[in-house]
């Protein structure tokens, strides 16, 4: 069956005869290239080539055209941290330096790096006919605290109509963006909010709820369909997230996908998701792959599911393992013969002897990589903020589980979810960012033990 058609069953949560397959490739398709990262996104032309590259290796029911999350904070005054193999990172924030909300113009068709973006959606559009292309777009909130930085969670309770009333304008942006995707030719817009994970339900209903509705109801009305992706520790956000009505909700290894489904399908919402990104796909090998697949696969089933990664692909992925993937996707027998392979990951926590100091603190904070993962890198730097009163009796490492190190840090930590900060051992802010001044309790506490 043609991806498309898949795909639009599996969102009206008709069963298939086979879950459609959506491999995020985002900077992974300047790796098969051999270009790197700026030189992709920055490149329509670049993006088509890369993006048909992965289609004839990875074979997708659908496939996103760019994956950037900085695309409209750049447009609006955001400056741009631009790495070989990450998309930017946004290094700064114009509301909080001065720049009124009234002063950032609309953007438009002819914006920033958006007619790169579009130039490539129609090429994809007219080479694959048959293939869902997913126009990114980012989420309101992810978007507002691009442009206001960390201040807009004391903002949330001290000035909330300023929070409202930039949330207004993101979302005017997320519909414009959205238009411009869909009249390029894509056909599900995905609304990339990552953010959303560090607020409770009820703020999320109150700051995010209306507008991002508001984005998926135009996307209806323009005939198409809307997927709401989420990244990191957003379980208490998922009900939450479902009565927006989107057709579909994604989401990556932090949240159980048997929970997402509950939930997702007694909303009448489809879901997606969640393999794992670095410990298996790109740190792992073909047969962990496999089994990570099938695993997805029985999780999810044959209604309203999409088996997807847990978010954009690490841009050195290896293809042996997402080809390892896309034949088990394909072939029954092979998915049978996966279900009955013993394995175990080789993968063991690393040794903590001479990691501590008798007169530091020591914090560790486990990220997917703080260059690339907006959460992360908002965890990171309230982290070192907080920590530069200190001085030299606090030390503060990041250990990226992009890496097999990282992986390790995180079992020995006892870390399940990405982003969390660990002081001297001790798991203590969870996924979601803490005011300076609990960062600072808490690091004062630890230092009174050394003392």
């Not at 397959?21 to 992974?28: K, R």
């Not at 009305?221 to 009505?245: L, P």
């Not at 309230?382 to 009163?389: D, H, I, K, P």
Request: aromatic letters at 6%.
């Amino acid at each position: 069956m043609q991806g498309v058609k898949l795909l639009e069953k599996a969102f009206r949560l008709q069963p298939v005869e086979r879950v459609p397959w959506v491999p995020f490739v985002g900077v992974h398709g300047g790796f098969l290239l051999g270009v790197d990262a700026e030189e992709y996104l920055r490149s329509g032309d670049l993006m088509v080539e890369g993006i048909s590259k992965a289609i004839e290796l990875y074979r997708p029911d659908g496939i996103p055209v760019a994956f950037d999350l900085q695309i409209e904070a750049e447009i609006l005054g955001c400056k741009l941290n631009w790495s070989k193999e990450n998309p930017p990172a946004v290094v700064s924030h114009p509301l909080s330096e001065g720049v009124k909300l009234s002063d950032l113009k609309m953007l438009t068709e002819n914006s920033g790096r958006i007619p790169e973006v579009v130039k490539a959606a129609k090429s994809l559009r007219a080479r694959y006919p048959d293939i869902a292309l997913y126009g990114l777009i980012t989420g309101p909130f992810t978007l507002a605290l691009h442009l206001l930085g960390t201040e807009i969670f004391m903002k949330l309770f001290e000035d909330p109509d300023s929070v409202f009333e930039l949330m207004d304008f993101c979302a005017e942006v997320g519909i414009k963006h959205a238009e411009i995707l869909m009249n390029a030719g894509c056909d599900v817009i995905a609304v990339v909010d990552p953010m959303t994970s560090q607020i409770d339900p009820l703020s999320f209903e109150t700051f995010v709820s209306p507008y991002v509705s508001r984005i998926f109801e135009s996307v209806r009305k323009n005939g198409k369909f809307s997927s709401f992706f989420v990244c990191g520790h957003a379980r208490q956000n998922i009900e939450a997230m479902c009565d927006c009505r989107p057709d579909n909700v994604s989401i990556d290894e932090n949240i159980p996908l048997e929970f997402v489904k509950e939930i997702a399908l007694q909303k009448q919402i489809s879901f997606g998701g969640n393999m794992k990104l670095t410990s298996v796909l790109l740190l792992g090998n073909e047969t962990d792959s496999k089994k990570e697949a099938i695993s997805c696969l029985d999780a999810g089933g044959k209604t309203g599911f999409v088996l997807a990664p847990g978010c954009d692909l690490p841009m050195d992925t290896p293809v042996a393992n997402l080809k390892a993937v896309t034949d088990l996707v394909y072939d029954e027998y092979i998915q049978q013969v996966t279900r009955e392979l013993k394995h175990t990951s080789s993968i063991q926590p690393l040794d903590l002897d001479g990691h501590w100091s008798a007169d530091k603190v020591i914090v560790d904070i486990i990220t997917l990589d703080s260059a690339s993962c907006a959460p992360c890198q908002y965890m990171v730097e309230a982290v070192r903020q907080a920590s530069a009163e200190f001085g030299s009796k606090v030390v503060v490492n990041e250990h990226k589980i992009k890496d097999i190190d990282g992986i390790r840090m995180m079992m020995a930590l006892g870390v399940q979810n990405v982003p969390t900060t660990c002081i001297n051992g001790k798991v203590t802010f969870i996924s979601q960012i803490p005011p300076k001044s609990e960062i600072t309790k808490a690091i004062q506490e630890s230092l009174s033990l050394i003392k």
